[in-house]
């Protein structure tokens, strides 16, 4: 993997990492299904109006705007209202990365190598770590959802390289056009008219800056890049990159949330760059792959 593809992956990694804040903050003032749609209407409005369809099925466009925005951000939203901190959430959500892994060999027919698997099983023992120091201040349900969402970004991660080498922006946002109105109707059914109309006339410029970053450099600007780098390198290869956002969700959740990074979550950080570097490592010299027959 060129060192400018590493570099992108890494601005992508910085910019999501912060984007578990801005989520927390936007589910505490508006209803958290609500703010997705909300969203993914920024995100998809006006750019589809601008940018031609990608060249790639029709059913691959719209499921994965179904993956992304309507399960991914669904999950996640709701997670995070219900209790789970910015800083665990980040955490929680990488384990896409092995979602991906696997669901690229069944689908797709990617065998990992021998590497990508010790490299993922130490970035995992990363992951267990700082998890294990955080559990104990949430519960299962919102657990539970993040999880969900951590298989359905890996589903949209199998999604995107199956499109192949399309547009990576004119495939985020003919992507997400799917999400805003499913988003919508679950948002009514679950929360409420009374709710969403109170939400909409109490709507604020600090509101407005909070949609306006999940849409445009959390969605379009990160999504973009990352459908871009998933197009030209294995998905086991830049999925990995995402082991790295819990750090910088942690960073961001610490300064401008005040949660709390503890030795041990440290430890764990350092763990999941070591699990990073072999993979990266070890793909870059073409390891042979794990034969599993």
């Given at each position: 993997?060129?060192?400018?593809?590493?570099?992108?992956?890494?601005?992508?990694?910085?910019?999501?990492?912060?984007?578990?804040?801005?989520?927390?903050?936007s589910v505490e003032a508006m209803p958290p299904i609500l703010a997705a749609a909300l969203r993914f209407a920024a995100a998809a409005f006006p750019a589809v109006l601008f940018v031609r369809p990608p060249k790639a099925p029709a059913w691959i466009v719209v499921s994965f705007g179904l993956a992304f925005g309507?399960?991914?951000?669904?999950?996640?939203?709701?997670?995070?209202?219900?209790g789970m901190?910015?800083?665990?959430?980040?955490?929680?959500?990488?384990t896409q990365a092995f979602f991906t892994m696997v669901m690229a060999f069944v689908l797709l027919g990617e065998r990992p190598s021998r590497f990508q698997v010790i490299g993922a099983g130490i970035a995992f023992a990363g992951i267990g770590v700082i998890a294990s120091e955080r559990l104990e201040v949430t519960n299962l349900l919102p657990l539970g959802l993040v999880l969900l969402a951590a298989l359905s970004w890996g589903l949209a991660n199998v999604l995107t390289k199956k499109a192949g080498k399309v547009n990576a922006i004119s495939f985020?946002?003919?992507?997400?056009?799917?999400?805003?109105?499913?988003?919508?109707?679950?948002?009514?059914?679950?929360?409420?008219?009374?709710?969403?109309?109170a939400a909409l006339r109490e709507f604020s410029w600090s509101d407005a800056g909070l949609i306006a970053f999940l849409a445009y450099p959390a969605t379009l600007l990160g999504g973009g890049i990352w459908s871009w780098l998933l197009g030209r390198h294995p998905a086991s290869v830049v999925a990995p990159f995402t082991l790295l956002v819990p750090i910088t969700g942690l960073a961001s959740g610490y300064l401008v949330l005040g949660e709390t990074v503890t030795r041990i979550e440290i430890l764990g950080a350092l763990l999941?760059?070591?699990?990073?570097?072999?993979?990266?490592?070890?793909?870059?010299k073409s390891e042979p792959p794990i034969r599993l027959d």
């Open positions: 993997m060129p060192l400018r593809h590493i570099l992108l992956a890494l601005l992508v990694v910085a910019i999501w990492g912060f984007n578990f804040v801005v989520i927390k903050l309507v399960a991914l951000y669904g999950f996640l939203n709701l997670g995070l209202a219900w901190p910015a800083g665990l959430s980040s955490l929680v959500l990488q985020t946002v003919w992507g997400v056009l799917a999400a805003p109105l499913p988003l919508l109707g679950l948002s009514l059914m679950t929360e409420g008219w009374p709710a969403i109309s999941v760059i070591c699990g990073l570097i072999v993979t990266l490592r070890k793909a870059r």
